[in-house]
């Protein structure tokens, strides 16, 4: 097929006489550059405010926005400080490399706007930004008396030990939380954190309510109240409290609330504690879940808590009978002999009940427990219960793998974790956390990140650096050895020395 052959016509330009495209100035590119400055009148140098302890920078009239060096957010705060810039269309925006210690911040910014006759030109230009130093209104308050705050979160759990707030500690550092909190102080039953201002003691009570379920309450009291501008000054306070429903405890439900969730149990295990609870009964593998507004409408406790579990010894474990997939977690229903592990050398007793672990024991392990007739239980309808043979003897929780750790003592873990910069409470006298009982729960709180995949699934776990290699890092669940947490999951943590930086800045020259 014939085409016919298409030629690109030029003109010149009025001023030089150089070919060109047509367009409707009739000049070229340089010669409309030399006519027109489509940047005359925008802001080519702005002065803006940094916060050194807190690293934010101030977008007027008041408020401190947190931005890294180069970042996309410190980008889009800059060019939002530029005035005029409405009367050119932005094509492109970019950093020009600075020193850091300079207090220059340097963009590269690329505009259009239609010229003369309606012909468009893109012109580049710099801004510069002078970076003047300025304390925030927190940090100033701050730096005058470091004890000095605005609004306190008073976050409190009524148990006898501590590891939800070992988890809820690793949860605020994951999420950096508490970054705005000018002092973290552990109390007992409890921490207290206090904010330089309302809106961030606000963000944190919000960040509780999603990971954990809280009932809190807010009181303030006056401080200053100047009568001619009609300002008042307040100090907020917030009360939390966590719900005293831990993971692994046992809880008798009571009737209506058993009735409302389908007839469940009414002996069932905690398997879960997030924004809600989850309760699984043993002897069918039927779960619930309840919300806070739920658990606090009943406000029920813990029948027997993980203070109480008793070491049992698995004689023999029959076929499981059923299996059950809750929240993510594998369950298998069947019959194990088991017998007291204080009773071996006595008189020994051996029980046959029915177990949700069937899926993880075998005859010769361990395994925790509760002796449900054996504890002091202060509950008058589970006491009718136990009269009428209502409920099991014994409801195993966990395997137990002391035996396998024994082996292991001594050695240190593959993984640590950070802590928050926590002061000490020592006014009350006696009354405050004993830190060897501490270092126990700690401990405990360590075999579970191990044993529980699913608790470690939203925290960061770091490698140990006096680890070695030649140790066991595969994860077994099996007799031959405990669970361990694999290296995979585990992050490096990035520590760059005088030395070393001072060689990276060479090489960047």
């Known amino acids: 097929m014939f085409k016919v052959q298409q030629t690109i016509v030029s003109v010149l330009c009025c001023k030089c006489g150089v070919p060109m495209p047509p367009n409707a100035a009739n000049m070229c590119v340089n010669c409309l550059r030399s006519e027109v400055d489509i940047t005359e009148g925008l802001q080519k140098s702005v002065q803006i405010f940094y916060c050194p302890e807190c690293g934010c920078y101030l977008q ?8 890294q060096w180069e ?46 006759n309606g012909a468009g030109l893109e012109q580049s230009y710099l801004v510069e930004y002078t970076v003047r130093d300025h304390l925030c209104e927190s940090c100033s308050r701050f730096q005058a008396n470091p004890d000095q705050w605005v609004a ?53 009570v919000e960040f509780l309510s999603k990971v954990v379920p809280i009932e809190s309450r807010q009181d303030k009291q006056l401080v200053s109240h100047d009568v001619k501008s009609s300002l008042y000054n307040y100090k907020y306070t917030y009360s939390v409290k966590i719900c005293p429903i831990c993971r692994e405890d046992l809880i008798f439900l009571p009737s209506k609330v058993a009735s409302g969730l389908g007839s469940l149990g009414p002996l069932v295990v905690c398997t879960k504690v997030s924004e809600r609870i989850t309760l699984l009964d043993p002897r069918t593998l039927r779960c619930a879940f309840l919300d806070a507004r739920q658990y606090w409408r009943s406000g029920f406790r813990s029948a027997l808590t993980s203070r109480q579990l008793v070491k049992y010894s698995v004689v023999y474990v029959e076929p499981p009978v059923g299996e059950a997939t809750v929240g993510g977690q594998k369950y298998a229903l069947s019959y194990v002999h088991i017998a007291r592990e204080s009773d071996i050398g006595k008189m020994l007793t051996v029980q046959r009940l029915q177990t949700h672990l069937g899926h993880i024991l075998k005859t010769g392990d361990q395994a925790l ?13 589970m006491d009718e219960y136990r009269l ?98 694999p290296i995979e999951e585990l992050l490096a943590e990035l520590e760059l020395s005088e030395e070393e930086g001072d060689d990276e800045e060479y090489m960047d020259e």
């Open 60 to 67: 007027p009239p008041k408020t401190w926005i947190k931005a």
């Open 71 to 116: 970042s996309k957010e410190l980008l889009s705060f800059c060019i939002k400080r530029l005035k005029n810039l409405n009367k050119v269309r932005l094509t492109n925006a970019e950093f020009v490399w600075t020193e850091p210690h300079s207090k220059r911040i340097k963009l590269k910014l690329t505009v259009q706007a239609e010229v003369l």
């Open 388 to 485: 009428h043979g209502g409920i099991p003897e014994v409801i195993l929780i966990k395997k137990c793998y002391d035996k396998e750790r024994e082996r292991k003592k001594g050695k240190p873990r593959a993984f640590t974790t950070k802590k928050l910069p926590m002061e000490m409470d020592e006014s009350r006298g006696g009354r405050g956390v004993d830190p060897k009982k501490m270092e126990n729960e700690y401990e405990e709180f360590l075999r579970d990140l191990e044993e529980n995949p699913e608790l470690r699934f939203n925290i960061s776990l770091y490698k140990n650096k006096d680890y070695q290699e030649s140790d066991e890092t595969a994860s077994m669940t099996d007799g031959e050895g405990a669970p361990t947490v």
């Open 152 to 204: 306190s979160v008073q976050l409190r759990q009524h148990v006898s030990h501590r590891r939800s707030f070992f988890y809820l500690e690793q949860l605020i550092l994951r999420n950096d939380a508490a970054s705005r909190a000018v002092r973290i102080k552990q109390v007992h039953q409890g921490v207290d954190f206090f904010f330089g201002n309302k809106s961030h003691a606000d963000n944190f």
């Open 369 to 381: 427990g509760y002796d449900i007739y054996g504890a002091n239980v202060s509950d008058d309808e």
